[in-house]
């Protein structure tokens, strides 16, 4: 797996972002965290993402997670994006897909479901980049 594949957490809980980066540091992985989509912003205006995908929480402080996806998708960000939800919502389920989310997941978060989510996504990042002549 290329060492440019980042899974970027937006996830208010902390040990959200830990269980993830400890579970996919196993694959290789790396995991980049943030708190909130402010801090995640900033952080992408300061320096280009790498390809990877993001697991954005939908119940985040301040710009919520739905809010954040149709924000960076207007934008052209193009990275597979799964949205993290506590309920079972299938009208918000219906929206996270609507505004480019490429699945949704219910937490709990189930180890293998989240991994194989992932994995899913990682090769359409790596088959665009090709496509692009970005890798």
């Known amino acids: ?18 269980a993830v980066s400890t579970l996919l540091g196993t694959y290789d992985l ?31 402080p301040g710009l919520n997670g739905l809010a954040l996806l149709r924000q960076l998708r207007g934008e052209g960000l193009g990275l597979p994006t799964i949205v993290l939800t506590n309920a079972h919502e299938p009208a918000m389920h219906r929206q996270a897909v609507q505004f480019g989310a490429d699945r949704v997941v219910e937490k709990p978060l189930i180890n293998d479901v989240l991994v194989y989510t992932i994995m899913n996504l990682l090769p359409e990042v790596r088959y665009a980049a090709r496509r692009n002549g970005t890798v």
Do not use: W
Not at 1 to 18: G, L
Not at 31 to 46: H, I, K, M, N, S
């Open 1 to 18: 797996m290329p060492a440019n594949d980042t899974v970027y957490v937006i996830d208010p809980d902390p040990a959200i972002s830990e």
């Open 30 to 60: 790396p995991v980049q965290g943030f708190p909130d989509a402010e801090t995640f912003l900033d952080y992408r205006a300061a320096q280009p993402l790498g390809h990877g995908c993001l697991l954005i929480e939908v119940k985040l």
